[in-house]
C-alpha cells in the first residue's frame, strides 16, 4: 500500500504540524480503502483561494477548500488529487460554528480528500445532511489524536 501526502504551506500559518495533517488524510484514504494515492495538501491564503475558486469553479470570493482529482490515463495509476486550503478562512468559519481551528482544519482536510476520493454533497443547507457530511464527520472524530495534540 502506498498512500503519498505531500503537505505544503504558501507563506500562511498552519494551525495543525504538518505530519498530522498528512496522517489525517492517510486515515481518510484507508477508511476509503484506498490502496494507492498521491495527494498534495496545500495550504494558501484568502486570496490565493479566491483566485483559484474563481479560475477553476468560477466562483466569486475566498472559500475554505477546494479539491481535485487529477485523472491520470494509465490503467491502474494511482489515485492523484490536490486539496488547497485556507486557513484564515477555516478560522472565520471555527469561530462562526462555535468550534476549535484545529478541528476545522481537520475537518477541511477529511473533505478535500473525500472530494479526491469521488464523493459529492448537494449546495446550501443540504450538505450537512449530506452522506458525504456525515462521513466526513465520522472521519473527523476517528482522527481526533491527530488534531488535538
Same mark, same amino acid.
Request: no cysteine; net charge positive; charged share 25%.
Given at each position: 500500500?502506498?498512500?503519498?501526502v505531500?503537505?505544503?504551506s504558501d507563506?500562511?500559518?498552519?494551525?495543525?504540524?504538518k505530519?498530522a495533517?498528512?496522517a489525517?488524510a492517510?486515515?481518510?484514504?484507508?477508511?476509503?480503502r484506498i490502496a494507492?494515492a498521491r &495527494?498534495?495538501?496545500?495550504f494558501?491564503?484568502?486570496?490565493?483561494? #479566491?483566485?483559484? =475558486? $474563481? /479560475?477553476?469553479? *468560477?466562483?466569486r470570493?475566498p472559500?475554505?477548500v477546494i479539491?481535485?482529482q487529477?485523472p491520470?490515463?494509465?490503467?491502474?495509476a494511482? &489515485?492523484?488529487?490536490?486539496v488547497?486550503?485556507a486557513?484564515?478562512? #477555516?478560522?472565520e =468559519? $471555527? /469561530?462562526?460554528? *462555535?468550534?476549535g481551528?484545529r478541528e476545522?482544519?481537520?475537518?477541511?482536510?477529511?473533505?478535500?480528500?473525500?472530494?479526491?476520493?469521488g464523493?459529492?454533497?448537494?449546495?446550501?443547507?443540504?450538505?450537512?445532511?449530506?452522506?458525504?457530511?456525515? /462521513?466526513?464527520?465520522e472521519?473527523v472524530?476517528?482522527?481526533?489524536r491527530e488534531?488535538?495534540r
Amino acid at each position: 500500500m502506498s498512500l503519498a501526502v505531500d503537505v505544503s504551506s504558501d507563506g500562511v500559518r498552519i494551525p495543525l504540524s504538518k505530519a498530522a495533517v498528512a496522517a489525517i488524510a492517510r486515515a481518510t484514504l484507508r477508511a476509503e480503502r484506498i490502496a494507492r494515492a498521491r &495527494l498534495s495538501v496545500t495550504f494558501v491564503s484568502a486570496r490565493t483561494i #479566491a483566485g483559484l =475558486n $474563481a /479560475r477553476w469553479l *468560477g466562483h466569486r470570493g475566498p472559500t475554505d477548500v477546494i479539491a481535485f482529482q487529477l485523472p491520470d490515463a494509465r490503467r491502474g495509476a494511482p &489515485l492523484a488529487g490536490e486539496v488547497y486550503i485556507a486557513p484564515e478562512v #477555516a478560522r472565520e =468559519n $471555527a /469561530r462562526a460554528v *462555535g468550534s476549535g481551528t484545529r478541528e476545522e482544519v481537520a475537518r477541511l482536510v477529511v473533505h478535500g480528500t473525500l472530494h479526491v476520493v469521488g464523493h459529492d454533497h448537494p449546495a446550501g443547507d443540504a450538505r450537512t445532511r449530506s452522506r458525504m457530511w456525515r /462521513r466526513q464527520e465520522e472521519l473527523v472524530a476517528r482522527t481526533a489524536r491527530e488534531w488535538r495534540r
